[in-house]
């Protein structure tokens, strides 16, 4: 199984910015799958994440209002809409897969299945 992720670059400070997924997933309709992100000298952080059928969402504090997660089941692929982006949105971010049909414990990322290898976000102020 492979995560690919991809749309990350230079963003100016209050600019969008949307990542893609694609995930090659025989079921792609039985995961959750979630978004985090990786500053240097950080920990991991939950960003969002999305139902197996894009009908719940759930989002970390500091990205609410900012960033919107949402999927496509026909063509398997889940995306990452970022607005308004701030300096401190500059990480490495992840997509990941969890074998799920709720949306308990997505915000935990010990709980994925399968993780991707990561797209840099850099943001100028």
């Given at each position: 199984?492979?995560l690919?992720?991809?749309?990350?670059?230079?963003?100016?400070?209050?600019?969008?910015?949307?990542?893609?997924?694609?995930?090659?997933?025989?079921?792609?309709?039985?995961?959750?799958?979630?978004?985090?992100?990786?500053?240097?000298?950080?920990?991991?952080?939950?960003?969002?994440?999305?139902?197996?059928?894009?009908?719940?969402?759930?989002?970390?504090?500091?990205?609410?209002?900012?960033?919107?997660?949402?999927?496509?089941?026909?063509?398997?692929?889940?995306?990452?809409?970022?607005?308004?982006?701030?300096?401190?949105?500059?990480?490495?971010?992840?997509?990941?897969?969890?074998?799920?049909?709720?949306?308990?414990?997505?915000?935990n990322?010990g709980?994925?299945?399968?993780?991707?290898?990561?797209?840099?976000?850099?943001?100028?102020?």
């Amino acid at each position: 199984v492979t995560l690919v992720e991809s749309g990350g670059g230079l963003v100016q400070a209050g600019g969008s910015l949307r990542l893609s997924c694609a995930p090659s997933l025989r079921a792609f309709a039985n995961y959750a799958m979630g978004w985090f992100r990786r500053a240097p000298w950080e920990g991991r952080e939950f960003v969002a994440a999305v139902s197996w059928d894009g009908g719940s969402t759930k989002y970390g504090d500091s990205v609410k209002g900012r960033f919107t997660i949402s999927r496509d089941n026909a063509k398997r692929m889940v995306y990452l809409q970022m607005n308004n982006v701030k300096p401190e949105d500059a990480a490495v971010y992840y997509c990941a897969a969890k074998a799920t049909t709720t949306m308990s414990s997505t915000e935990n990322g010990g709980e994925y299945d399968y993780w991707g290898q990561g797209t840099q976000v850099t943001v100028s102020s």
